[in-house]
């Protein structure tokens, strides 16, 4: 057919007139013109040269694909809402405590008694692993959308246990993983497409939460707390509707946050200790959410 002779398909009112980005860029790879000018950087396609598009002019746009990727993807994967799962990821799972201690035997006093500490969490490996099989066993489908699909960050601990949780289940899961100068790769339980990586730490903590229905605190360090309170003070400030706040381990948190003192010293309202629930158990946590949500238990 002459390029410049419509056909039948091209009469259609709803068929495209202009080519798709990814046809362009066939088209440009196709060509057989090789000189200085194609050469040069300047002539690739702006949406194809990376190096153009890791300039700092371009971080706008950067933000804009780190937020538009996950979001599209996870419409397309049909996930309403999510159980979100936050902890450390140093805490090992109870097969692995045993070795544990027996490599701390030797070690100074302070040091042993910190892997004798994260060895006596392992029982919130148990229960994340629990709580997400749990609640990925349900199924829960409303408006053709999955709810209550579990998310993680991804990596190692009790984000390991909360991803192998919902494979166990015969359930995908979600992990957001970041991108650290040290070597970091999902576990090996996060459903493969399903599996993000963020280099903007703001993104990703909104991901986690734009489909969050419910979120399950463990015990954890810096990244927990931001987690943890970052989401208190969305719904403290009313930015974001309240949700269950599921806060594991009572020992642990109240011995490195005093939340009795925040309250005493007036820079918080003792209503805000109504923001989270104490759980210890997988039960408990979903307990509440279903409370919260009147589901049938």
């Known amino acids: 057919m002459d390029e410049h002779n419509p056909g039948e ?23 057989p013109t ?39 993807l996870l419409e397309e ?35 042993r008694q910190v892997v004798e500490r994260l060895a006596a969490k392992s029982k919130y490996y148990t229960e994340a692993y629990r709580l997400s099989r749990m609640v990925s066993e349900k199924g829960i489908v409303e408006h053709g959308e ?18 192998l949780g919902a494979s166990d289940a015969g359930a995908e899961s979600i992990g957001l993983n ?23 730490f703001a993104l990703r903590k909104m991901h986690f939460l ?16 931001d987690e943890f309170f ?10 974001m509707k309240p949700i269950p706040i599921l806060l594991f381990g009572r020992e642990f948190w109240n011995r490195v946050v005093n939340f009795q003192a925040l309250c005493e010293e007036g820079t918080i309202s003792p209503r805000d200790l109504e ?9 408990d946590a979903w307990g509440h959410i279903a409370a919260f949500y009147k589901i049938a238990v």
């Open 9 to 31: 398909d091209d009469r259609e009112l709803t068929v495209r007139k202009f080519y798709r980005a990814k046809q362009e860029a066939d088209f440009a790879d196709k060509a």
């Open 34 to 72: 090789d000189t200085p000018q194609t050469r040069n950087p300047s002539y690739r396609l702006a949406f194809r040269d990376t190096d153009f598009l890791l300039r700092d002019e371009l971080r706008p746009v950067r933000f804009q694909l780190e937020l538009m990727k996950p979001e599209m």
């Open 77 to 111: 994967a049909g996930v309403g809402s999510t159980l979100v799962m936050y902890g450390s990821a140093r805490i090992p799972p109870p097969d692995a405590v045993e070795t544990a201690l027996e490599g701390a035997k030797d070690l100074p006093d302070d040091e």
């Open 146 to 163: 999955r709810q209550f699909v579990v998310c993680s960050g991804g990596g190692p601990s009790i984000m390991e246990a909360a991803n």
């Open 178 to 200: 970041i991108v650290l100068p040290h070597e970091q790769a999902p576990n090996p339980y996060v459903t493969p497409y399903l599996s993000f990586q963020f280099h903007y």
């Open 210 to 225: 734009l489909r969050a229905r419910a979120v399950a605190v463990f015990p954890g360090g810096f990244g927990t707390c």
């Open 230 to 239: 970052e989401t208190l003070t969305l719904i403290q400030t009313g930015k």
């Open 275 to 283: 923001l989270f629930q104490w759980c210890e158990t997988a039960e």
